[in-house]
């Protein structure tokens, strides 16, 4: 059985490929209102501590090119 994402929940995890520094620290899905999106997220500081900075992006509908890698660039 494959795990399926509730409304309004999601998930982020370590972005092992990360190769600049303007790629993503966190990546993930989440299903918000009933649609998808990609979850980026950075870890900043400020004088009060560290805190994570979030962007959403939807998935698109069409399937992804053929032998095209996992973006990372939003």
């Known amino acids: 059985m494959s795990y399926e994402q509730k409304d309004n929940t999601g998930s982020i995890f370590v972005n092992e ?3 600049r520094d303007t790629h993503p620290d966190r990546t993930g899905t989440a299903v918000i209102d009933g649609k ?16 994570l900075s979030l962007s959403f992006k939807p998935k698109q509908a069409s399937a992804p090119k053929q032998g095209a890698g996992r973006e990372l660039d939003f």
């Open 17 to 19: 490929r990360k190769e």
């Open 36 to 51: 998808h999106y990609y979850i980026n997220a950075w870890i900043k500081d400020c004088k009060t501590g560290k805190f």
